[in-house]
């Protein structure tokens, strides 16, 4: 029986969901988004705050314990596990991102990988059950999302991972324990409680526990709820509920799961090519292809000292206007900061983040001359915004450039061997080879492999048994 709450449905929809409603098309981008998941999260343990995140954790142990990614002899709690994991995920910024706004992977996957290895030796979890546990979490990210209009735009008041990563990872962890609908219901109620986190903590060491806190609370909800814990029945039908975070929030009820139309099949993600709030990535594209022109207009040299004014034409997005970044956090969330690196080096990467980059004299003096300019039509969505850069010579000269969509985008995806390219430049910065290689075969076959423990096998850099051996379903 179709249930008569919003609630109700999503619980039903969360538990009836089942392998066979995974599509071709689904599969292929969600191990897309797992390869690049791990990649950034294994090269977010290098980061102070993950290192910080990781030294707290020590304190909490348990019978059960998971693998800390990039960590051979040091194991967490599921939990604990789940928050290091989700925290060197967006650490840098550079997880994946959505549309409606928001980051859907970091929230989830190091909680499903987390509480796999806490299930008993005799009760193995799949490959698929991986895969469908991380598509339900997706899923419910992107429904919560279309409850609201302005969940469309770049975030004012909130981090959106905060809430509907934290719901999404509950329902993952819901779908994964195999709760009845009963539990799932309870799962988002109790997960709702954790939601949440000001989007005035942007560009600091504390957002990355956003991600960190989605994962490990959702994943806490659906173990509280398998014991029984209760809440609230009509958690996303109340504006007391979810709806408290939206002004215009309007709940509706999921498809039916006959030929279930899967969000991530309508609607592909956001790839990032380097560690930077995702709209700056306009402005790099646009950046690099006009000092291509300065540079072929200038006898193969960059005229630094003849450039009068910059001007970046963005949406109006207030936490990314940062026109004197003085740390790689602020530097990831400033139009202005990857504008003039884009200028003096021609493209972005993860080492134009060091302190160095950030101080060195060319790009402060380069930063005195920028100017934002925010033109009407320029709305604040991943979907629809621009970015214009013009540079202005002292001869009078302009050379200008535009980007309407950027490499990565959703309509402009990586191909495959970029991000492959992406995924090993990330993860040998921790791991040896073999396990980087092992960790692209098992994701790209994931819906084979029998017991997926063998992906935290290679995540802790662990080889065990040779590649040949454990990658038995070739």
């Known amino acids: 029986m179709w249930a008569k709450t919003v609630t109700g449905n999503f619980a039903s929809v969360i538990h009836g969901l089942n392998a066979n409603h995974l599509t071709d098309q689904v599969i292929q981008r969600s191990k897309r988004m797992i390869l690049d998941t791990l990649g950034v999260g294994l090269l977010g343990t290098s980061t102070e705050v993950c290192h910080k995140v990781t030294q707290y954790s020590k304190i909490y142990s348990s019978d059960l314990s998971s693998t800390i990614w990039g960590h051979l002899d040091f194991r967490l709690p599921p939990l604990y596990a789940a928050f290091v994991n989700g925290v060197a995920v967006h650490s840098m910024d550079f997880d994946d991102t959505w549309h409606p706004a928001t980051h859907p ?86 997960a709702a409680s954790y939601a949440g986190a000001p989007l005035a903590n942007a560009a600091t060491q ?41 002004t215009d929030y309007n709940p509706q009820t999921l498809p039916t799961l006959q030929s ?24 790099a594209d646009a950046a690099s292809s006009v000092r291509r022109k300065l540079v072929e207009s200038s006898g193969n040299l960059l005229p630094l000292e003849n450039i009068e004014k910059v001007i970046l034409k963005v949406p109006k997005v207030e936490y990314v206007n940062r026109p004197s970044p003085a740390s790689e956090h602020e530097a990831r969330h400033s139009f202005q900061f990857v504008a003039c690196s884009a200028l003096l080096d021609g493209s972005m990467s993860v080492q134009s983040f060091t302190s160095e980059k950030i101080h060195r004299p060319a790009l402060q003096e380069l930063l005195r001359k920028t100017q934002l300019e925010h033109p009407p039509d320029n709305t604040p969505s991943f979907e629809s915004l621009y970015c214009e850069v013009s540079v202005t010579l002292r001869d009078g000269n302009t050379i200008g450039d535009r980007c309407d969509t950027f490499y990565g985008h959703w309509r402009k995806p990586l191909k495959k061997e970029d991000l492959e390219k992406k995924f090993q430049s990330n993860a040998l910065s921790v791991l040896p080879a073999e396990a980087t290689e092992g ?23 662990q080889l065990a048994r040779t590649l040949s051996e454990k990658l038995h379903f070739f």
Not at 127 to 134: E, I, Q, T, V
Not at 209 to 238: F, P, V
Not at 448 to 461: N, P, Q
Request: charged share 15%; net charge positive.
């Open 206 to 246: 504390t957002k990355p526990l956003h991600i960190g806190n989605a994962a490990k609370h959702g994943l806490e909800a659906a173990c509280l709820a398998s014991w029984g814990l209760q809440g609230n029945k009509q958690i996303l039908d109340m504006e007391s509920g979810i709806g408290a975070f939206y």
């Open 260 to 283: 279930y139309p899967w969000l991530l099949d309508q609607q592909d993600v956001a790839i990032k090519c380097f560690p930077a709030h995702l709209g700056t990535h306009w402005v």
């Open 439 to 461: 960790i692209i075969q098992t994701v790209y076959n994931l819906e084979k492999v029998d017991d997926c423990s063998m992906l935290s096998t290679f995540l802790s850099g």
């Open 105 to 190: 992977s970091g929230a989830v996957l190091p909680a499903v990988i987390a509480l796999s290895e806490a299930f008993p030796r005799n009760k193995k979890i799949s490959g698929l059950d991986l895969l469908l546990a991380f598509n339900v979490g997706i899923e419910v990210q992107g429904r919560l999302l279309r409850f609201s209009s302005e969940a469309r735009n770049i975030p004012k008041r909130f981090h959106p991972p905060t809430v509907v990563g934290t719901m999404g990872s509950a329902a993952a962890c819901a779908k994964l324990l195999a709760l009845d609908q009963l539990g799932c219901k309870n799962a988002l109620a109790i």
